[in-house]
T-cell receptor, first 113, second 114 residues
Framework: GENVEQHPSTLSVQEGDSAVIKCTYSDSASNYFPWYKQELGKGPQLIIDIRSNVGEKKDQRIAVTLNKTAKHFSLHITETQPEDSAVYFCAASRGDGNNRLAFGKGNQVVVIP | EAQVTQNPRYLITVTGKKLTVTCSQNMNHEYMSWYRQDPGLGLRQIYYSMNVEVTDKGDVPEGYKVSRKEKRNFPLILESPSPNQTSLYFC???WGQGSNQPQHFGDGTRLSIL
C-alpha cells in the first residue's frame, strides 16, 4: 500500500518568514495529494489539495508543488503568521473506488512572533 | 452549517466497560471513516463505510466495531476497551466513494482507558 513520509517532524520559523514541508510517497499510481491543518483541540481541516495533472497550485499565502517523477510534494507557506502554528498532515491516494487516503505522520509548525 | 459531530468529546473509563462513540454528519455524505491519532504515528484508519450497510476494515481494526444503519450516523463501538485503545479518535466523512474528494473531520474524542 501507499506509504507517505513527512519531513521535518517539527519546524520553527520567525513570523513573516516562509515555511516549507516536504512529503514523499511510494505509490506511483497516486494522483491526489491533499494537505490538512490541525489546530489544537480541533480535527484536521483541508487547506489545499493538488491532483497529478498539475505541478503547482496556489491559494493566497499557501502553495503546493508536486514532482511526480521524484514522487514528492511540498507545502509552502509564505509570510507566516502566529495563526499558522499547527500540525500539518500530507496525504496521498489513487483517487478511485475503495482506495483510502494514506496520511503522513504530521509536522508541527511553530511560528515565533 | 456543514459539520461532523462526535460525542462524547472526552471520556475516561475502565478496562472492559463497553462504550460507544457516536458520529453524525449533516452533508449527506456516502463515505464515513474512523481514525485514531497517536503521538508519532499520525492518523491511522480504523474502519470505513462506503455507504449504508457497507463497512470495511482499515489499518488498525482490532478491538473495534462499527455499524452504518443510516447514512448520517457511523458509531464506533469498543466492546471491551483496553488501555492500548487510549487515544484521540476522529470521525470523517466525504462526498462520494472516490478518495480524491475532501474529507471533513469532527473535532475528535479523547478516550482514556484505565
Amino acid at each position: 500500500g501507499e506509504n507517505v513520509e513527512q519531513h521535518p517532524s517539527t519546524l520553527s520559523v520567525q513570523e513573516g518568514d516562509s515555511a516549507v514541508i516536504k512529503c514523499t510517497y511510494s505509490d506511483s499510481a497516486s494522483n491526489y495529494f491533499p494537505w490538512y491543518k490541525q489546530e489544537l483541540g480541533k480535527g484536521p481541516q483541508l487547506i489545499i489539495d493538488i491532483r497529478s495533472n498539475v505541478g503547482e497550485k496556489k491559494d493566497q499565502r499557501i502553495a503546493v508543488t508536486l514532482n511526480k517523477t521524484a514522487k514528492h510534494f511540498s507545502l509552502h507557506i509564505t509570510e507566516t503568521q502566529p495563526e499558522d502554528s499547527a500540525v500539518y498532515f500530507c496525504a496521498a491516494s489513487r483517487g478511485d473506488g475503495n482506495n483510502r487516503l494514506a496520511f503522513g505522520k504530521g509536522n508541527q509548525v511553530v511560528v515565533i512572533p | 452549517e456543514a459539520q461532523v459531530t462526535q460525542n462524547p468529546r472526552y471520556l475516561i473509563t475502565v478496562t472492559g466497560k463497553k462504550l460507544t462513540v457516536t458520529c453524525s454528519q449533516n452533508m449527506n455524505h456516502e463515505y464515513m471513516s474512523w481514525y485514531r491519532q497517536d503521538p508519532g504515528l499520525g492518523l491511522r484508519q480504523i474502519y470505513y463505510s462506503m455507504n449504508v450497510e457497507v463497512t470495511d476494515k482499515g489499518d488498525v481494526p482490532e478491538g473495534y466495531k462499527v455499524s452504518r444503519k443510516e447514512k448520517r450516523n457511523f458509531p464506533l463501538i469498543l466492546e471491551s476497551p483496553s488501555p492500548n485503545q487510549t487515544s484521540l479518535y476522529f470521525c470523517a466523512s466525504r462526498w462520494g466513494q472516490g478518495s480524491n474528494q475532501p474529507q471533513h473531520f469532527g473535532d475528535g474524542t479523547r478516550l482514556s482507558i484505565l
